[in-house]
């Protein structure tokens, strides 16, 4: 009779419990063929990516198999034809996650994973994605099946961003792989330079390694506002770059301007607002949401005219940092809440 019971609560469990596949069907072929072997390196402490609540219904969102071999039989699905390169994926985190409330529920998909090209001398960074996205059961009634769509797409971009990513200069060794971050950050001089070299920075590697372009110097207005890089006959307007140094101060282009880059313990960073990172979002009264205390942006927009000062007088807004694996903002938590 204890036996019978025992299976009765058993199957009742197992029909209340669903799962959903992380379904890697998405093409994710490199257009160059350039890679020749692949490996995936999973460091992740906890291998289950999580559950969430279907209606009554316990949702467990998992890979068919499990996340290195799939990603790894994915990759070669879509690239028969091989190059010359050995690209590494790290997983350092996936996790989803449910926040439930009185009368609705935020799914919550954590997503940290890099890639690299190994070579002779090492392992050369190329790119990642580090973000978090979120999605209220109020807009979206399957979250599980939302978040194993979009843990999907963010593997997905960040194959193709890095195909088309030159690999870092800097190299380091296989051993230094679970703690790159703090090993890379060491290694990049604009976080240790007393004094910055002016010019212009064409995009955040230089900036982050230090290395301005060549033969560029900057043009201001007469209200002492930079406006241009000028080499020779060659003149850029100063929004085509992603910073760069005047007086031996240093900025970045925002959609509404530029605003200085400031630098602490933790490593760089702008203060800014919502409205000044995302002046459409915030006229039209979009919120960031999902964005916040993940990776975003660029430089968006056309730079206008702003007041440069010697020194900051005033706090704009709260600190963002600069992600130098990226060079996109690290928003803080409440970001979309600033004006």
């Known amino acids: 009779m204890k036996k019978t019971l025992f299976f009765l609560l058993f199957s009742v469990v197992l029909l209340g419990q669903k799962i959903e596949t992380i379904d890697l069907s998405k ?53 028969t034809v091989r190059g010359n390169n050995d690209m590494v994926l790290l997983l350092e985190k996936l996790n989803i996650s449910e926040d439930k409330k009185e009368k609705y529920s935020i799914g919550r998909l954590e997503l940290k994973a890099s890639t690299f090209i190994k070579k002779e001398d090492g392992y050369h960074f190329m790119d990642r994605k580090d973000t978090i996205v979120t999605v209220s059961s109020r807009t979206t009634p399957y979250i599980g099946q939302n978040l194993a769509r979009k843990t999907t797409l963010i593997l997905t971009d960040l194959f193709k961003e890095s195909y088309k ?68 006959e060659e003149k850029k307007a100063i929004r085509n770059f992603y910073a760069f140094v005047h007086n031996g101060m240093a ?11 400031f630098k602490n313990e933790n490593g760089v960073f702008i203060e800014v607002t919502k409205s000044d990172l995302f002046p459409e979002a915030s006229a039209s009264g979009v919120t960031i949401g999902a964005a916040a205390g993940g990776l975003v942006g660029g430089i968006i927009g056309a730079v206008i005219d702003v007041s440069l000062s010697n020194k900051k007088k005033s706090t704009l807004g709260p600190k963002v940092y600069l992600d130098p694996f990226t060079g996109n903002y690290i928003l803080p938590e409440d970001f979309d809440k600033t004006k």
């Open 165 to 232: 990513a030159t690999p870092w200069e800097i190299s380091i060794a296989e051993i230094d792989l679970p703690n790159y971050t703090a090993v890379l950050k060491e290694k990049l001089s604009i976080l240790k330079a007393d004094e910055l070299k002016d010019g212009v920075y064409k995009d955040y590697y230089s900036f982050f390694t230090h290395n301005p372009e060549p033969g560029f110097i900057l043009q201001t207005n007469d209200k002492g506002i930079v406006t241009k890089a000028v080499k020779g």
């Open 27 to 79: 093409s994710i072929k490199d257009g160059k063929n350039s890679i020749k072997s692949f490996t995936v390196i999973d460091q992740r402490a906890e291998q289950e990516v999580g559950m969430v609540m279907s209606h009554q219904d316990e949702v467990k969102i998992r890979f068919e198999n499990e996340a290195g071999k799939d990603i790894k039989d994915w990759f070669y699905k879509y690239n």
């Open 251 to 261: 900025f970045k282009n925002i959609p509404v301007g530029y605003t200085e880059i």
